[in-house]
Structures are given as structure tokens and as C-alpha cells.
């Protein structure tokens, strides 16, 4: 679980293989702030999504920035979850994303894209465990058709 104290948080829940990937402050800010535009769909909200995570987190450190700029996002994003997105600079394969029902983008984007816990996705999205196995599960059903028909999977 993520846990506040002082200011900031612990994040426990991240995988060691991304925290290895976001060990300097530059990479960290760029994950946060990609993973805030995927939330929000809008550059100015996730803007100020890392904004607010620079500011609500005392010891700041990649970790605790990209906790509390997600934090913030999710936080921002239920006052424009219905769109239109700025997502025309963003390549197709995440575009695609914005097919989704908010929940199940948000789902995917912080348990796949974001490798964060399942308990620190549901904590941040305010959903149990369960559900947001369902919503991830769901999410990448509606994923798999959009693929293009030339792709096949590498048969053995």
C-alpha cells in the first residue's frame, strides 16, 4: 500500500525493474509526466499533475515525484474523463487507449504501462483489488481486436 507521512510516500508497491529505469530525477519526471497525460488526456492537467506531485511530496525523490504526480492526475482526472483528449501527438498504439472507458485506461495505464501494485493502483483509484483486476482484464479484451489483422501471433 502506498503510505502517506510526511509529506511524501513510500512506494513499496513499484516494480524493482522500473525503479531501476527511474533512478535520476529527468526520467522520473517523464514518466510522471507521461503517465499523467495517459490519465488525463489533456497536457495542461498533467502539467500540473507533476506540478503538484513536485510540491506535495517534502523528500523529493523519483519515486515519491511519480507517486504524487499520479496521485494528483487521478485525483484531476474525473473532471474531464470525458474528453477530447490532446492525444494527437502520441502514437497510435496509445491512442488507441483513449478507446477505452475511463476506468479500464486508467486500470491499464497505472498497472501495466505505470507497473505499479495492484494495491497501489487500487488505493489510488480508490477501487478494490478485485475490480481492478476486472478492469485491467476487461481493458485488454477490448485491446486485443484493435491490433492490426497482419499481426499474428509467433506460433512454436
Known amino acids: ?41 489533456d497536457t495542461t492537467t498533467a502539467e500540473a499533475a507533476v506540478t503538484h506531485g513536485i510540491t506535495a511530496c517534502e523528500d ?21 474523463s470525458d474528453g477530447p483528449y490532446e492525444v494527437d501527438g502520441l502514437p497510435t498504439e496509445l491512442r488507441r487507449l483513449f478507446m477505452l472507458r475511463p476506468l479500464l485506461r486508467y486500470c491499464f495505464v497505472l498497472r501495466i504501462l505505470a507497473g ?16 481492478l483486476e476486472d478492469a485491467v482484464y476487461a481493458a485488454l479484451t477490448e485491446l486485443t481486436p484493435l491490433r492490426s489483422p497482419r499481426t499474428q501471433p509467433i506460433r512454436y
Open 1 to 41: 500500500m502506498v503510505k502517506r507521512g510526511a509529506g511524501c510516500v513510500s512506494t513499496a508497491g513499484l516494480r524493482k525493474d522500473l525503479l531501476i529505469a527511474m533512478d535520476t530525477m529527468p526520467s522520473a519526471l517523464d514518466m510522471a509526466f507521461c503517465t499523467a497525460l495517459l490519465l488525463t488526456g
Open 60 to 80: 523529493l525523490s523519483p519515486r515519491g515525484l511519480l507517486i504524487e504526480a499520479l496521485r494528483s492526475a487521478v485525483q484531476r482526472r474525473t473532471k474531464s
Open 116 to 131: 505499479l501494485s495492484p494495491e497501489v493502483c487500487a488505493e489510488l483509484l480508490d477501487i478494490s483489488v478485485t475490480e
